[in-house]
């Protein structure tokens, strides 16, 4: 993807993210949505098994398994769907995607800053202050227009 696609594809993805903000510091009940559903319906787990063509006793397993993170979202798809709910799933960032990119830019860039920073020590021509921070604001920049391919990359 072209560095104008990918800044307008992340922004895109930032105002769509954004709707979620809310459900950051959202917990799932303790005993899961499908029970909680499932009880303030006022529907019984053989209620729930005969609109799922399950077993009762699957029911109870399908409760027990979500809180664990042990079903699938086919899984969970289907027992929305049975209890009237659409399921939504999403991967909601702590901050903006932008915010993210930015980040790891300028972690990028002040490890780039302190080789070059030494190498020029060795060679008797280290940079300033105010170099050093014109640097590393280029580099944040640079990096984070581009976002080149080893941006994410781990460095040992």
Do not use: N
Not at 36 to 65: D, I, N, T
């Amino acid at each position: 993807m072209k560095t104008k696609q990918k800044q307008i594809a992340r922004r895109q993805l930032d105002i769509t993210l954004d709707k979620f903000a809310e459900m950051r510091s959202m917990k799932p009940p303790p005993k899961g949505w499908i029970r909680a559903v499932r009880e303030a319906l006022g529907m019984s787990g053989k209620q729930l098994a005969g609109r799922l063509q399950v077993s009762q006793p699957r029911v109870f397993k399908l409760e027990q398994g979500e809180p664990s993170g042990a079903l699938t979202l086919k899984t969970m798809r289907q027992a929305a769907e049975a209890l009237d709910c659409v399921f939504v799933y999403a991967l909601v960032p702590r901050s903006t995607l932008e915010e993210t990119v930015r980040t790891r830019a300028r972690m990028v860039a002040g490890e780039r800053l302190q080789r070059v920073s030494h190498t020029m020590l060795l060679e008797a021509q280290g940079l300033s202050m105010k170099e050093q921070q014109a640097f590393l604001d280029d580099a944040i920049e640079e990096l984070a227009r581009e976002t080149p391919q080893d941006l994410w990359d781990i460095k040992s």
